[in-house]
C-alpha cells in the first residue's frame, strides 16, 4: 500500500557537513535519500523501513569529478548522467560508462546516483561490476573523519554493507592505470533500459602474445553480492588462451557463481550466460594478442 | 481538509514552474507530481505506474528529465520546472506538436506529454538524433497505444524541421 506523506519526515541540511552532522546525532535513525530512484520506490511500495529521511540530493561535496594524476575522485552523488557525459570517465574506464547507459531510461540516469546504486547493494545492479573490475575504491565520511576502502569486500553479505550508520560514501576513487586494457562490458536482460539484469559482466584484461598478462573479471546477478572471479582470474595469470583454456576458465567460473531461481531468470540459464561471458572474452583478448 | 496539526509538519516550498514563482504548502516527502496536479492544477503530467518506469509523470527540472512520481517535493525547493503547460508555446514544441498529430504518435494520449517532453530533452541535447539515439532517448516513456514507431517518426521529423527551421 502507498505511503501516507504526513507519516514521513524530510529535511535536507544543505551541505555535507550538516548532513553527517545529523546522521551521528541519532546514528541508524535518518536515512539518506540521493536521486529517491530506489528510494522513493519502496515509498510508493509502502516498504520504506525509515520514516525520517535526510536529503543528500545535489549537494555539491558529493558532485564533484576530479581528475588526478593518479585516479579519478568522483563524488558519490554524481549522476549516471554526470558519469556518461565525462570525457576521461569515457575514455579510461568506459564500462562505467557503458553501465550508466543502460541503467534505466534517461529520466533515471539523470536522477539516479553512484553512491544510491552501491548502498542500495542489489547483486543486480549495473554499475558495480564495473567498479570490481577496476579496482575502485571508497571513500567515506562521517564527523569522526574520512576512511578509505577497497570497494571489493565492501558487500558484506545480501544487501548488507560495510558502512556504519553514521557514514555517506563521499566519492568512489578510479585508479587510471587501465587504459591499455582489453575491456568487455556486458548486460543480458530483457532489454536495456528498465529491466534488471539476469546476468552482468565487466572484464578487463591485458595479453603479450596469446600469454595473459594480467585479467579482472566481475559478475552480476550470480551471486547475493557482485563478485570477482578471483580463482578464475588466478588461474588464467600466465597461461596461453587456447580453446583448453578457454573451457577451463568457463567450468571455473561457472563453480564460482552461486545463482538462483527469481522472477527474471533461472539458475540454470545465468551459470550458462555467465561462461558464455566469459569465453566471449577470453576470445576478444586473444584477439587483440594477434592483432 | 487539513487539519492545523498536520499544517505543522508541513513545509513551505519555492520553486518556479514554467516561469512562474510559485510557493506551496506541502509535505516533504509529497511527489511533486502530486504537488503540480492537485495543488497547482497543472493536470499536464500523468500518473502510469507511479515508480518510475514508465515515464507519464515526466517533467523537466532544471533543464533535465525526471520523473515527477519520485520527486519529494522538498526535493524541488529552489528548482525550475517546466511542464506539458509550459512547453506549449515555444517553437520547437510547435513543431514536436504537429509532427506528433501528422505521423499518429498520440493515441489516448496518456503517455504523449511526457514523450513530447523527453522528444524535447533529447532534441535539446541532440538536435539531429539517429533512430538509435531516439530509441534511447525515449526509453524510459512507454505507451500502450501507438507501438512506438509512429513517436519515433514524429520525432525524426521534428528534427528535420528543426534544423531546416535554424539553418
Ligand atoms: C525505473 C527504474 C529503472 C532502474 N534501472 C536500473 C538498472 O537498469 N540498473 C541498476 O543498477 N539500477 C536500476 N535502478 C535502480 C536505481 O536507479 C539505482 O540503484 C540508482 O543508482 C540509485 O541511486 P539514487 O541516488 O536514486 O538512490 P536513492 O534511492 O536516493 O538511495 C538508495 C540507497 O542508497 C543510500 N544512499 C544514497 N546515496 C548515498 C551516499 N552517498 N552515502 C550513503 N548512502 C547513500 C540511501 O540511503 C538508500 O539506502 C532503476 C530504478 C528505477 C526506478
Ligand atoms: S508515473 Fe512516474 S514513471 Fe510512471
Ligand atoms: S497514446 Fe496511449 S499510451 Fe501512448
Known amino acids: 500500500m502507498r505511503s501516507d506523506p504526513k507519516d514521513y519526515e524530510l529535511v535536507a541540511p544543505g551541505s555535507l557537513q550538516a548532513a553527517v552532522g545529523l546522521l551521528a546525532r541519532s546514528p541508524g535513525e535518518w536515512l539518506p535519500i540521493a536521486g529517491g530512484t530506489d528510494v522513493m520506490v519502496q515509498y510508493a511500495a509502502g516498504k520504506l523501513p525509515s520514516r525520517k529521511l535526510v536529503s543528500i540530493w545535489n549537494l555539491a561535496e558529493l558532485r564533484s569529478i576530479e581528475v588526478l594524476a593518479n585516479e579519478i575522485r568522483l563524488g558519490a552523488g554524481c549522476t549516471y548522467t554526470n558519469i556518461r557525459e565525462h570525457g576521461v570517465i569515457g575514455r579510461e574506464f568506459p564500462m562505467l560508462s557503458s553501465a550508466a547507459r543502460w541503467t534505466g531510461g534517461i529520466a533515471n540516469q539523470n536522477r539516479g546516483t553512484l553512491g544510491g546504486n552501491i548502498v542500495n547493494a542489489s547483486p543486480a545492479a549495473d554499475s558495480l561490476p564495473a567498479l570490481l573490475a577496476y579496482d575502485a575504491e571508497l571513500i567515506l565520511i562521517s564527523v569522526r573523519g574520512e576512511r578509505r576502502l577497497p570497494y571489493a569486500g565492501f558487500h558484506a553479505g545480501y544487501k548488507k554493507t560495510k558502512l556504519a550508520p553514521d557514514e555517506l560514501i563521499r566519492a568512489v576513487c578510479l585508479p587510471r592505470r587501465f587504459s591499455g586494457y582489453v575491456c568487455h562490458a556486458r548486460k543480458v536482460g530483457s532489454r536495456n533500459a528498465q529491466a534488471i539484469s539476469k546476468v552482468c559482466m565487466a572484464a578487463l584484461g591485458r595479453v603479450a602474445g596469446q600469454t595473459v598478462e594480467d585479467v579482472h573479471i566481475a559478475v552480476g546477478s550470480v551471486a547475493p553480492v557482485p563478485l570477482r572471479l578471483s580463482e578464475t582470474e588466478l588461474m588464467l595469470r600466465g597461461k596461453v588462451i587456447n580453446e583448453s583454456l578457454v573451457s577451463a576458465a568457463k567450468k571455473m567460473a561457472v563453480a564460482e557463481i552461486r545463482p538462483i531461481d527469481d522472477i527474471r531468470s533461472t539458475a540454470k540459464y545465468r551459470a550458462a550466460v555467465t561462461g558464455n561471458l566469459v569465453a566471449e572474452f577470453l576470445n576478444l583478448l586473444s584477439a587483440d594478442g594477434k592483432a | ?167
Request: charged fraction near 20%; include cysteine.
Open chain 2, 1 to 167: 481538509m487539513s487539519s492545523s496539526g498536520e499544517d505543522r509538519s508541513k513545509s513551505e516550498i519555492s520553486f518556479t514552474v514554467n516561469g512562474e514563482q510559485k510557493t506551496v504548502l506541502a509535505f516533504p516527502m509529497e511527489r511533486l507530481l502530486d504537488v503540480l496536479r492537485l495543488q497547482l492544477g497543472l493536470t499536464g503530467a500523468k500518473e502510469g505506474c507511479g515508480e518510475g518506469e514508465c515515464g507519464s509523470c515526466s517533467l523537466l527540472m532544471d533543464g533535465t528529465l525526471v520523473n515527477s512520481c519520485l520527486v519529494p517535493a522538498l526535493q524541488a525547493q529552489g528548482a525550475s520546472i517546466v511542464t506539458i503547460e509550459g512547453l506549449d508555446a515555444s517553437a520547437g514544441s510547435q513543431r514536436l506538436q504537429e509532427a506528433f498529430l501528422e505521423c499518429g504518435g498520440a493515441q489516448c494520449g496518456i503517455c504523449t506529454p511526457g514523450m513530447i517532453l523527453a522528444a524535447s530533452h533529447l532534441l535539446n541535447k541532440n538536435p539531429r538524433p539517429t533512430l538509435e539515439e531516439i530509441k534511447e532517448g525515449l526509453s524510459g516513456n512507454l505507451c500502450r497505444c501507438t507501438g512506438y514507431l509512429q513517436i519515433f517518426e514524429a520525432i525524426a521529423t521534428a528534427a528535420g524541421r528543426e534544423t531546416a527551421a535554424s539553418s
